[in-house]
């Protein structure tokens, strides 16, 4: 059973910034991985994903270039760095997984293309 655990969310200050860890067991294999935040009153939104191979990655157009996404398959964990952080950006911060490892055919920016989720981390950005 594939399990994610999300931590790294605190509050902080805006123009701070934060990496999130998403780690993954239940097994080694590489999965396609993407973060989704949902703040109070709002839907869940695509923030970033990476490939399983970590070979291209996929940002919200909020992002404007302060996020990055990586993983570490030695780790089982993909990271979300955010710089730069705004109020905007207070939120519940999940990550997500497809059902299958390896390449995957479907869109990384749709939620519902994922399997497994985390239960999330919050993010608090202070003004």
């Known amino acids: 059973q594939v399990k994610l655990v999300e931590s790294g969310g605190k509050q902080v200050q805006a123009g701070d910034s934060l990496k999130l860890s998403c780690t993954k067991t239940g097994t080694f294999s590489a999965h396609a991985t993407g973060w989704f935040r949902q703040a109070p009153g709002k839907e869940r939104e695509f923030v970033a994903a990476?490939?399983?191979?970590?070979?291209?990655?996929y940002f919200a157009d909020f992002v404007q270039g302060r996020f990055t996404i990586s993983r570490d398959d030695v780790k089982n964990t993909v990271y979300l760095q955010m710089h730069r952080l705004k109020p905007d950006d207070q939120a519940v911060y999940y990550c997500a997984t497809p059902l299958h490892t390896g390449p995957f055919p479907g869109n990384l920016l749709n939620e519902h293309e994922y399997h497994y989720w985390g239960q999330g981390t919050q993010i608090i950005v202070s003004s």
């Open positions: 990476v490939t399983w191979n970590g070979r291209q990655d």
